[in-house]
């Protein structure tokens, strides 16, 4: 479980879209980062005002994002 803190929304940073610790770092860029292949510790390398902490929160958000009851596929 993470610190609610750690994601803020704010329609002043990044026209609203979920961010790190109110900083312009959104969730979806820290996403893309991780699935190109970045792992966290390039990104922390690359990102000195970032925390462990804070990837771990993105990951975090994420998986509550997709906490569905059932997902009906259209047929094609």
């Given at each position: 479980?993470?610190?609610?803190?750690?994601?803020?929304?704010?329609?002043?940073?990044?026209?609203g879209?979920?961010?790190?610790?109110?900083?312009?770092?959104?969730?979806?860029?820290?996403?893309?980062?991780?699935?190109?292949?970045?792992s966290?510790e390039?990104?922390?390398?690359?990102?000195?005002?970032?925390e462990?902490?804070?990837?771990?929160?993105?990951?975090?958000f994420?998986?509550?994002?997709?906490?569905?009851?059932?997902?009906?596929?259209?047929?094609?």
């Open positions: 479980m993470t610190q609610p803190s750690r994601i803020t929304i704010d329609p002043a940073v990044c026209h879209k979920p961010c790190i610790r109110g900083l312009r770092y959104p969730v979806e860029n820290v996403l893309q980062w991780l699935a190109s292949g970045m966290i390039e990104i922390l390398g690359d990102y000195a005002d970032l462990r902490e804070d990837i771990l929160a993105v990951l975090d994420a998986a509550r994002l997709t906490h569905t009851k059932r997902i009906d596929l259209l047929a094609a």
